[in-house]
Every structure is written in C-alpha cells, then in structure tokens.
C-alpha cells in the first residue's frame, strides 16, 4: 500500500501546468498569472495631495500654531483630475484636494482642519514638515518595476493593480474542466421514484461542486451503468472534451467494479490502495493523455479521496504552486483510537475557543456515512496505530471557512 504523501507525489508529479490564454482582467478572478508583471508607468504617476487642504512651502509653517497661526495668501484651487496652472512661492498656497496634483514650488500639504479659510487668505494652525502629506510618483509602484510574478494568483487587490497598470487582458493559465461520471447499476438521477435496491446518486453532485470551489470547471457526464461498453462509451466522450476525468464507484474488487477493467484496457492504469481511511481502492492513469482519477463510491471516501489528491492535481493544472490546505494543531475534546495500519481522516467540528482550535468528531465515522461530512468542518489526521486521549493535540484541517 503507498501511504498518502507518496500517492499524491506521484500523482502530483505526473500533473502537467495547462498552457496559457489572454483573459480580460474582468473575467481573472481566481486565475494564476502565466506572466510577469511589469509597471510601463509610475503609479501614482505624479506627486499628489494625501489630504484636502493647502499646498504650501513647508518652511513658511514653521512656527503656526492656533495662538499664533501665520496667514497665506491663495493663489488658486486645485481640484482632482486638473493640473495646477500657477507656482506656490513662500507665503502663498493653493487650495487642494486629495489625489489632485501637487503645485510647482510647494513642498507639503496641511490638512484643511488645521487651517481657517478668509476670502483668498488662509490662516495655518499648525506646522508641517517637508513632503507632509505628499504622495510621489512611483511612491506606490515604480515605472519599470516587477509588480507581480508568474504563478500569482489573482485575487480582488490584484485585479485593481492590473487596472492601475493599464492593463485590460492578462496571460493566465487555464483552469482544467473537468469530467465527472458516476458508476453503477444501482445509481438512480434525482426526481423519480427510487425502486428496490436503487440509491440517489449523490457523488456526481458532490464532486462537480468539489471542481467548482477549487475554481475548475466541472462538465457533467451523468451516470453510467456497471456495463463496460457504456462505460467505455462515456470514457471516449469524456477525454474527448476534458482536461480531467473524475469517475466514483467501480474501483474495488466487486463483482461489478467495471471502472478499473475499462480504464486497463483505454489506457496506462495503476490501480492504488493507498494506506488511508476512509478511500483506501483508488484508481489513477491516463487515456490519450487526460488524466483519470477513480474516486471509491462510498460518498464520504469520494469526497475525502478527491480533496487529499485530485484538488491538488486540479490547482497544480491551474498553475497554483501552493497546492495543499494549511493543518494546524487543535485540541482534541473527545478520546480517539486509531487501530487500523492507515491514517485516519475523521470529520470534525473544529472551534476556536480562549485562543486555541478544538476538535471534536462528529459520531459515526463510517465511510458511507454523508451526515459526518455535512456536520463536520475539517479533519484531523490519525496516524496509523495512533491514541490519542481528550485534552492531547491533533493535526487538523479546515475544509470549510
Ligand atoms: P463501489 O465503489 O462502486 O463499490 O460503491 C461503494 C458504495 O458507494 C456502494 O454502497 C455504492 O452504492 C455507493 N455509491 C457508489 N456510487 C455512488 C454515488 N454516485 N452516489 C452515492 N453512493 C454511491
Ligand atoms: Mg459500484
């Protein structure tokens, strides 16, 4: 059996960077950058006022105070978006609001509540230094700069530099769609009635949403039977218009398990057991070049199985290079025994009380067992063997924020 970090090595390892494409910085959110940023111009790309208030010569306000303020003359009002037209000289200033442009010979700004305006006279209450309140060209960025590096992901203050920088389309890399095919007999759509022996066919749902939160786009196959030419039909299909393919069910050593039989004869196949719990069968390979990951259809095992390995593959695609959720450590609130030789991943309530994470299971761990993962927010990670008693700490993980 490999153990986890040596199922998602390979995995990872095999996982090829999709290429490039312009996208309009409207539609990046959420991308990984496939460039370099540089800033073509100074941003802000001239000295401006950080305040409302008066331009002035620093020096002219070295000794006003409320008691003793000393008074400027007002040589014009600048507002944002217009260049100043005339110079400020000592004992003059020019009123000015924030973000328009600084006056040739002036050197500071005092904010408006330091000063009382009288016709075309202004009186300043206090002192300020040289380049007080100013904002310089380049202060932000630098004409020439290297803003942003490839392999950064786009989030909003990202999107407002790219604007600042005058840039309206960017190179990202792709985000992977993404197949998904349910398998077996016993697997019924929503809507109608459920006959003997059938169930709801919950993964598909599941995992399209799993593609969806890691920003993939996830491309519903339906179901297909235990029938290995319907299956191998949706296989073709699949890989046909597909970055990736994720299949649940079929993986094990039943009777039915056609997953496995298909995939071995489309393509390169390793069949896995991975030493964890729950999720132990799993499926991975490749046919014409896609990859495939056969997911184990017991719900709470597919669900786990895709976040440990196939949402690191999807984000790696995607050109992420920080691929895994942080773990942390929390306290654990009940007794847990881990008897089995593989890593546990129970379902947890994780909580943050007096500055430190608890952790507390959520009853019945049973891999088919949905609920727990609907009660839970993360995991913690049993080491095989491992117990580990109430109040002792735990590795976890969120899942949900
Ligand atoms: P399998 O991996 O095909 O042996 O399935 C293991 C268990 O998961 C069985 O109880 C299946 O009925 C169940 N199962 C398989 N696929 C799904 C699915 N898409 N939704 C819900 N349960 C499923
Ligand atoms: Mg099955």
Redesign the pocket.
Known sequence: MLSVEEARKRILDATRVLPPEKLRIMDCLGYVLAEDVHAAEHIPPFRNSAMDGYAVVAEDTQSASKDFPIQLSIVESIPAGYAPTECVASGQAARIMTGAMMPNGADAVVMIEETQCEKNQVKVLDSVEKDENVRFAGESVMQGDLVMSRGKQIHPPEISMLASLNLPAVEVHKRPKVAVI???D??TPLGGPLKPGK??????YGICAQIQEANCFPIDMGIATDDEVVLERKFRDAVGQADAVVT?????V?DH?SVRAVLARMGEINFWRVAMKPGKPQAYGFIDGVPIFGL????VSSLVVFELFVRPALLKMAGHSDLLRPTFQAILDDDVVNRDGRVNFLRTIITSRNGKFHAQTTGPQGS?ILYSLVLANGFIIIPAGATIKAGQTVEAQLLKC
Do not use: A
């Open positions: 349910s398998t077996g016993e697997l169930i709801r066919d919950s993964n598909r649940s069910g079929g993986v094990s039943g398990d184990p259809g017991n719900p088919g």
